[in-house]
T-cell receptor, first 115, second 108 residues
Framework: DGGITQSPKYLFRKEGQNVTLSCEQNLNHDAMYWYRQDPGQGLRLIYYSQIVNDFQKGDIAEGYSVSREKKESFPLTVTSAQKNPTAFYLC??????????????FGDGTRLSIL | LAKTTQPISMDSYEGQEVNITCSHNNIATNDYITWYQQFPSQGPRFIIQGYKTKVTNEVASLFIPADRKSSTLSLPRVSLSDTAVYYCLVGPDYKLSFGAGTTVTVRA
């Protein structure tokens, strides 16, 4: 059954710690995305990657880092530089390439909280 | 990047048709219009996509006038389980901007 898997579902971070959120897809999609959602608000784009070994900053990249070493994986690291990391994080993928209007498929999210 | 405007909230009753209109005055020639649905603590789910005229699938219809400056998502005969946030998006997949969406509340 194809889809996007985000883990863990809930994550807690201590002040000053880096934490990495996992995102794996088996849809054979080229493009992958990370969004942040705060309560009662829409999604804001953190980073996106249109192809392996390449990624671009979104609207709120400060305090975050990503890597795209494999087509199926796009982990997000929330660094200690991110002052307000408590949020719901969503990973998505789309066919990408020349098919730039294809819908995005989303995972079920990771909820990050500060201890 | 085309900006979209949609109502913040809408209320309806079970069995009624719900129509949500989205404005996108500066839509580009190559842009498609895509609608997503999101339940609390879940990722958005694709509902429907269109370029012009009318598109229909098993869950919704999308009406797009000739000037493409707006679009209307139509949900026929809603049920309580259709209570969710609905997002209207315009543009290529790598530049989508999810605003606050429209919170649709369906009452018994």
């Amino acid at each position: 059954d194809g889809g996007i898997t985000q883990s863990p579902k809930y994550l807690f971070r201590k002040e000053g710690q880096n934490v990495t959120l996992s995102c794996e897809q088996n849809l054979n999609h080229d493009a992958m995305y990370w969004y942040r959602q705060d309560p009662g608000q829409g999604l804001r784009l953190i980073y996106y990657s249109q192809i392996v070994n390449d990624f671009q900053k979104g609207d709120i990249a400060e305090g975050y880092s990503v890597s795209r070493e494999k087509k199926e994986s796009f982990p997000l690291t929330v660094t200690s530089a991110q002052k307000n990391p408590t949020a719901f994080y969503l990973c998505a993928s789309s066919i990408g390439g020349s098919y730039s209007n294809q819908p995005q498929h989303f995972g079920d999210g990771t909820r990050l909280s500060i201890l | 990047l085309a900006k979209t405007t949609q109502p913040i909230s809408m209320d309806s009753y079970e069995g009624q048709e719900v129509n949500i209109t989205c404005s996108h005055n500066n839509i580009a020639t190559n842009d498609y219009i895509t609608w997503y649905q999101q339940f609390p603590s879940q990722g958005p789910r694709f509902i429907i996509q269109g370029y012009k005229t009318k598109v229909t699938n098993e869950v919704a219809s999308l009406f797009i006038p000739a000037d493409r400056k707006s679009s209307t998502l139509s949900l026929p005969r809603v049920s309580l389980s259709d209570t969710a946030v609905y997002y209207c998006l315009v543009g290529p997949d790598y530049k989508l901007s999810f605003g606050a969406g429209t919170t649709v509340t369906v009452r018994a």
